[in-house]
């Protein structure tokens, strides 16, 4: 993986943090490959990720619109594939 696959800033503070680290270099080395080979790794799965998190995120709107209903509170209409906002629905990633 290339040093591109980080981000600059991220890539200078992780750069930094190496370069004062108490591991030997050669250990330092073989840690920094293999962080990058997993960031790479899971970037290409990222849509992986991202389909199983909204399925999961749809399912609970479904749960939770249902024990609505059943609570006697109908809305009258049914949305089919309601869209899911990842980014509404889980804080940390704004």
Same mark, same amino acid.
């Given at each position: 993986? +290339? $040093?591109?696959?980080?981000?600059?800033?991220?890539?200078?503070?992780?750069?930094? +943090? +190496?370069?004062?680290?108490?591991?030997?270099?050669? $250990?330092?080395?073989?840690?920094?490959?293999?962080?990058?080979?997993?960031?790479?790794? $899971?970037?290409?799965? $990222?849509?992986?990720?991202?389909?199983?998190?909204?399925?999961?995120?749809?399912?609970?709107n479904?749960?939770?619109e249902?024990?609505?209903?059943?609570?006697g509170?109908s809305?009258?209409e049914e949305?089919?594939?309601k869209?899911?906002?990842?980014?509404?629905a889980?804080?940390?990633?704004q």
């Amino acid at each position: 993986a +290339a $040093m591109s696959d980080l981000e600059t800033d991220a890539a200078t503070k992780e750069i930094n +943090a +190496a370069k004062s680290s108490p591991w030997p270099p050669d $250990m330092r080395d073989a840690i920094w490959s293999d962080r990058l080979l997993l960031r790479y790794k $899971m970037k290409k799965e $990222m849509r992986g990720y991202r389909s199983f998190l909204e399925e999961v995120l749809k399912e609970e709107n479904e749960n939770k619109e249902e024990e609505e209903n059943n609570d006697g509170s109908s809305s009258g209409e049914e949305e089919e594939d309601k869209e899911v906002d990842i980014f509404k629905a889980i804080p940390i990633l704004q």
